[in-house]
């Protein structure tokens, strides 16, 4: 929807309900398929305000934009996203601003190789496995006080798709 990416740069990736690929300001979706995934999600206790982190000095402005389209097929696509192709250029300062988050991806890299910054944070994300169950459960009792995690299942769409056509 024209209006989506006026409310922000996630919006249109959230009513287009679909796995894709976000270009541009939130508005260029290239669909793909991507298989079931589990991803551990861990929220650190502080919170982060988006201003600050696009705002700070620090915060890496000359990254080399990625053309999706054209540049991979879809396979190739999926089997990039899936071994973690790409970087969030916010985690940095996030990282700076937050021990919380820093500590938030040390301990799930140690727990399942990876891990990753959702969008401008505090949440990290790893990918802890495809299988029927993830593989390797999420060791709540070393999760630090006023900390939240979460063992989520990808979907291939948004259980509303389609509610705002």
């Not at 495809?130 to 006080?145: D, K, R």
């Amino acid at each position: 929807s024209a209006i989506a990416v006026t409310l922000g740069a996630d919006v249109p990736f959230f009513v287009g309900g679909r796995n894709a690929f976000v270009e541009g300001i939130g508005e260029i979706l290239t669909p793909i398929s991507v298989p079931p995934q589990w991803y551990a999600v861990v929220k650190p206790a502080a919170a982060l305000p988006t201003a600050e982190i696009f705002g700070h000095p620090g915060l890496t402005r000359d990254t080399e934009a990625v053309i999706v389209e054209g540049s991979l097929d879809d396979a190739q696509r999926v089997s990039a996203w899936v071994d973690g192709w790409g970087r969030n250029d916010l985690q940095p300062v996030a990282e700076e601003r937050c021990s919380g988050v820093a500590q938030a991806a040390r301990w799930l890299e140690q727990v399942y190789g990876n891990s990753r910054m959702t969008g401008s944070g505090s949440a990290v994300f790893a990918r802890a496995g495809a299988g029927e169950t993830p593989a390797a459960t999420l060791p709540m009792q070393q999760l630090a006080s006023g900390w939240e995690a979460r063992m989520c299942r990808s979907l291939p769409r948004h259980p509303l798709v389609g509610w705002a056509d």
